[in-house]
């Protein structure tokens, strides 16, 4: 009786080295442990050095390269059948980095005050607070901007909360709505090159 092994891909796996193996890619299950390790090297695909891209495999094409070794064995896919493997350069954390991260960081701060300003600006909240003042007969505490400092508060608040991250730690363990489009965003990247690839395009 052959072999089982079982494989697990992920619909989008990104290495960092051009020669790239069942196992930097791929979750293999087998009853014999050695037999997991002899598949886990066996080689994919190898991109050219210095050459970043993607490639698009299928299970058929990671069964005739696994049968090629092992033709004993009797694969069997679990998850994705087709998949992209992204050759990415390895990026070192330098000066250049924290430049850039500054940079995003002054621009976002920059762009979102003037959009809260806008906004506060097209709604009129100043006069807003006038009235609410007015009708709550808090006109005496109107000199020193309770409201307003409870709303600059609130506002804090709501951003660290929606954004779930604050001083570098996330709040909860639940995804961001941030995270949740990203993996969405990159799940449809994914598959629109699985398609391409399947219409013959580049």
């Given at each position: 009786m052959p072999e089982k092994i079982y494989l697990k891909f992920e619909q989008q796996k990104d290495v960092y080295?051009?020669?790239?193996?069942?196992?930097?890619?791929?979750?293999?299950?087998?009853?014999?442990?050695?037999?997991?390790?002899?598949i886990g090297h066996v080689v994919l695909t190898e991109f050219q050095p210095e050459v970043f891209g993607r490639k698009v495999f299928d299970a058929i094409y990671v069964v005739d390269e696994i049968q090629k070794k092992y033709p004993q064995m009797d694969v069997e896919f679990l998850g994705e059948c087709d998949f992209v493997v992204e050759y990415k350069k390895e990026e070192k954390k330098g000066a250049a980095h924290w430049i850039k991260v500054a940079a995003i960081c002054f621009i976002t701060m920059v762009g979102s005050g003037y959009g809260i300003i806008a906004y506060n600006n097209d709604v009129s909240?100043?006069?807003?607070?006038?009235?609410?003042?007015?009708?709550?007969?808090?006109?005496?505490?109107?000199?020193?901007?309770?409201?307003?400092?409870?709303?600059?508060?609130?506002?804090?608040?709501?951003?660290?909360?929606?954004?779930?991250?604050?001083?570098?730690?996330?709040?909860?363990?639940?995804?961001?709505?941030?995270?949740?489009?990203?993996?969405?965003?990159?799940?449809?990247?994914?598959?629109?090159?699985?398609?391409?690839?399947?219409?013959?395009?580049?």
């Open positions: 080295k051009p020669k790239v193996t069942m196992g930097d890619v791929a979750r293999i299950y087998c009853q014999d442990k050695k037999m997991i390790e002899k909240t100043t006069d807003i607070f006038d009235r609410v003042y007015e009708l709550l007969g808090a006109s005496s505490y109107e000199s020193t901007n309770v409201m307003e400092i409870a709303y600059a508060i609130g506002l804090f608040a709501g951003i660290v909360i929606f954004y779930d991250h604050f001083a570098g730690h996330k709040i909860s363990k639940a995804p961001t709505p941030l995270e949740v489009e990203m993996d969405k965003y990159n799940k449809e990247v994914a598959s629109s090159v699985i398609d391409r690839k399947g219409r013959g395009d580049s």
